[in-house]
């Protein structure tokens, strides 16, 4: 492994090293296992959230009414939260983004102009488990794009699971977003090492 992967998967990417792309169309995306895996989560989780409603519901009355709707409203809310930021595929050609819903199958396509800001989202360290996560994959797990109308963010998953072509996307994303604007990018001291939180337009 050498040390600019490694740099990327534990400190994140500089957007002033970023090198021009190779081909005009970069994409990241999952692999058929990794999509059937998350389909098949998404599915124990669903079933998770019915089985807690069908306990409510059989509650003694009046509390079953109401106890089934909160754990309907809760379990779809945790399923929400838990997938609607999932894609199959991100792609840039020039400065346009593209991504498909891993579940809806909905296509997006936004302009880098309109990205206001790039966050590491990391894989937070405590438990035993964690801890063995970040060893094994690094400690980024994805890179969040926010835009300036506060639509919905568009997720690169780097670890976790992990997109093929997360980092090459991710360098092509810089690189041409590097030619729009100068870029700075935040660091600070996360879990006792140096970290890319966050890059930004300069200036704006």
Request: charged fraction near 25%; charge should be neutral; proline fraction near 4%.
């Amino acid at each position: 492994m050498d040390e600019e992967f490694d740099l990327f998967r534990d400190f994140g990417l500089d957007p002033d090293a970023a090198t021009r792309p190779v081909e005009s169309r970069v994409r990241a995306s999952f692999s058929a296992l990794q999509m059937f895996g998350q389909y098949l989560g998404t599915v124990l989780m669903t079933c998770m959230g019915v089985g807690m409603t069908w306990g409510l519901w059989h509650l003694p009355a009046p509390w079953h009414g109401p106890g089934a709707l909160l754990g309907a409203i809760g379990g779809g809310w945790i399923l929400w939260r838990g997938t609607h930021l999932d894609q199959a595929w991100v792609e840039l050609e020039g400065t346009t983004l593209r991504t498909r819903h891993l579940y809806t199958g909905r296509e997006r396509e936004r302009d880098l102009s309109e990205v206001s800001e790039i966050v590491s989202v990391i894989l937070s360290r405590g438990s035993t488990e964690a801890n063995i996560a970040a060893a094994l994959w690094g400690r980024i797990k994805a890179l969040l794009l926010r835009f300036q109308d506060g639509s919905t963010p568009i997720q690169i998953s780097r670890a976790d699971p992990a997109m093929r072509g997360a980092r090459e996307l991710m360098e092509a994303i810089l690189f041409r977003m590097r030619e729009l604007g100068e870029l700075d990018a935040d660091v600070h001291v996360v879990q006792g090492s140096p970290l890319v939180t966050r890059i930004r337009w300069r200036n704006r």
